[in-house]
């Protein structure tokens, strides 16, 4: 999964350079590793939808003080 994230992560780099409006969508399967991904970039990452995904990182964030004292 990190090495198809990695790719995709590429090819947005090259598209970056492009001056004009781009719009990309994706269909996912969202796994544990896939929100471990995200979490990973959790300072940069909006998730706009599905609310389902915000809501399991949102449960993911707040639960985190408490395991961390």
Do not use: C, H
């Not at 995709?8 to 399967?29: H, P, Q, W």
Request: net charge positive; charged share 25%; glycine share 2%.
């Amino acid at each position: 999964m990190l090495n198809q994230i990695r790719r995709l992560s590429a090819i947005v780099n090259k598209l970056s350079g492009i001056k004009e409006y781009v719009e990309v969508t994706l269909r996912l399967k969202i796994t544990n590793d896939f929100v471990m991904a995200l979490l990973s970039r959790s300072s940069s990452v909006e998730i706009p939808a599905p609310q389902s995904l915000k809501d399991r990182m949102y449960d993911i964030w707040t639960a985190a003080p408490g395991r961390n004292k």
